[in-house]
Nanobody, 121 residues
Framework: VQLQASGGGLVQAGGSLRLSCAAS????????IGWFRQAPGKEREGVSC????????YYADSVKGRFTLSRDNAKNTVYLQMNSLKPEDTAAYYC???????????????WGQGTQVTVSS
């Protein structure tokens, strides 16, 4: 099970980025996928997760209305569209796969490497 996160970069406040989490070695639709972020000196926090079927996604309060998670199972990829970015969104973003996704619990069984998002004010 391998996950490859990409799409990070430097953007001005109010801008947008789309992160991708590409899977290899397994069919992505058999797993729930989550996105996490970790800023320097802070604990890793869950941002969003989506069920294997793609019918339901959950979001942290801090990103609701600004971030949208979607999946393209044909491409074995999950996308995190991030709009109206704020400086406090600056962090390393990680994707993870697992067996459950709910408002209280995000998948954490398999991890990809991080991709850095930096939002300038």
């Amino acid at each position: 099970v391998q996950l490859q996160a990409s799409g990070g970069g430097l953007v001005q406040a109010g801008g947008s980025l789309r992160l991708s989490c590409a899977a290899s070695g397994f069919n992505l639709d058999t797993y729930a996928i989550g996105w996490f972020r970790q800023a320097p000196g802070k604990e890793r926090e869950g941002v969003s997760c989506i069920l294997g079927s793609g019918v339901r996604a959950y979001y942290a309060d801090s990103v609701k209305g600004r971030f949208t998670l979607s999946r393209d199972n044909a491409k074995n990829t999950v996308y995190l569209q991030m709009n109206s970015l704020k400086p406090e969104d600056t962090a390393a973003y990680y994707c993870a796969a697992g067996y459950y996704c709910s408002a209280d619990a995000y998948p954490r069984d398999y991890w990809g490497q991080g991709t850095q998002v930096t939002v300038s004010s």
